[in-house]
């Protein structure tokens, strides 16, 4: 059965570090479009940023740019997201996501456009 995993969240004051993890299982994450988003409080979907690990290729919403980076193990089958120099903005529901189609981030995210979706792990960076 095809499961996202995420996992490593948790609570950190500003200018803080948390890595992610997203274990996928039924699927390689090599051969998919992977996504990482984001849910603040209140608001809605939020692109972190979409990369392919068998092609070397990530894209990053301008919010992460430079602060977040993404690495995948292809023998665990997991994703990683490295998150440093965390901002009170950065809080929120992180969730990873897994299609065969390299989505756009030029419009906002919805989890039904994903095929596989993952259950999300809570981010809190207090000031």
């Known amino acids: 059965q095809e499961r996202l995993v995420a996992s490593g969240g948790g609570s950190v004051q500003a200018g803080g570090s948390l890595r992610l993890s997203c274990a996928a299982s039924?699927?390689?994450?090599?051969?998919?479009?992977m996504y990482w988003i984001r849910q603040a409080p209140g608001k809605g979907l939020e692109w972190v940023l979409v990369?392919?690990?068998?092609?070397?290729?990530?894209i990053y919403a301008d919010s992460v740019k430079g602060r977040f980076s993404t690495s995948g193990d292809g023998d665990k089958n997991t994703l990683y997201l490295q998150m440093n120099s965390l901002k009170p903005v950065d809080s929120g529901m992180y969730f990873c996501?897994?299609?065969?189609?390299?989505?756009?981030?030029?419009?906002?995210?919805?989890?039904?456009?994903?095929?596989?979706w993952g259950q999300g792990t809570q981010v809190t960076v207090s000031s």
């Open positions: 996501a897994a299609d065969s189609r390299w989505r756009s981030l030029s419009r906002p995210p919805h989890s039904y456009e994903f095929k596989y």
């Open positions: 039924g699927f390689a994450i090599s051969r998919f479009s």
């Open positions: 990369t392919h690990i068998g092609a070397d290729t990530t």
